[in-house]
C-alpha cells in the first residue's frame, strides 16, 4: 500500500513475478489497491467513518502490510500532488497503527526497493506474524512509539536527519 506514485504497483508486480518463479501457483498473493487504501482516500476527501471501518474489517484477512515510503525522486512522481501524498501517507500509518495492523514501511530505488521488501517480509516470518506461522521461540520485537527523537538507529528520524547532512561527492 502507500500513497498515490509511491511505487507499490511497480513493487506489486516485481513481488508478484518472483515469488511465482518460486513457488506454485496461488500461493503467495499480492495486492497494490486493497479496498483500506480507497476508503482512506475517500475519507480523505469526504470524512466517512463507516467506510473506514468496513474497510478495516476486510484488511484483517491480509497476513501483513508493505507501505511504501515516499522516497521516490520527482521524476517519478508523474504529476503527483506532494501534500496530497503526504497527507495519505500520514492518514494511512496511522489508521494501520490505531488497528494494530502489522505493516513495514519500505524504501529504496528499483532493485532497493525489492530487496528492502523481501527483508521485511522475512523479518515477519521470523517473528509469527505472517498467518498460518508456529510461534518462533526467540521472537524479535517489533519497536513501536510515539517519540520523535528515538534512538533506533534505523528509524525514519535517523534515516531521514541523515540525509540532510551536507554529502561529499
Not at 18 to 36: H, I, M, N, Q, R
Not at 84 to 95: F, K, P
Not at 119 to 135: E, Y
Request: net charge neutral; glycine share 8%.
Amino acid at each position: 500500500m502507500g500513497a498515490s506514485q509511491s511505487g507499490k504497483t511497480q513493487l506489486t508486480r516485481e513481488l508478484t513475478d518472483e515469488t511465482s518463479l518460486a513457488k506454485p501457483p496461488g500461493t503467495s498473493l499480492f495486492v497494490d489497491a486493497p479496498p483500506l487504501m480507497a476508503a482512506l482516500v475517500a475519507h480523505l476527501k469526504t470524512p466517512s467513518f463507516g467506510l473506514l471501518q468496513s474497510a478495516l474489517a476486510s484488511h484483517q484477512n491480509f497476513d501483513f502490510t508493505l507501505v511504501c515510503g515516499l522516497d521516490l525522486g520527482p521524476s517519478d512522481l508523474n504529476g503527483a500532488d506532494l501534500r496530497t501524498q503526504e497527507s495519505q501517507d500520514t492518514g494511512l500509518r496511522a489508521l494501520l497503527t490505531s488497528a494494530k495492523l502489522p505493516f513495514a514501511v519500505v524504501y529504496g530505488q528499483g532493485r532497493d526497493r525489492l530487496s528492502a521488501a523481501r527483508r521485511a517480509l522475512s523479518a515477519l516470518r521470523k517473528i509469527s506474524l505472517m498467518a498460518g506461522q508456529g510461534q518462533d521461540p526467540n521472537p524479535l520485537t517489533l519497536w513501536h512509539s510515539a517519540c520523535e527523537n528515538c534512538s533506533d538507529p534505523a528509524c525514519e528520524r535517523a534515516l531521514f536527519t541523515g540525509l540532510l547532512k551536507p554529502q561529499p561527492y
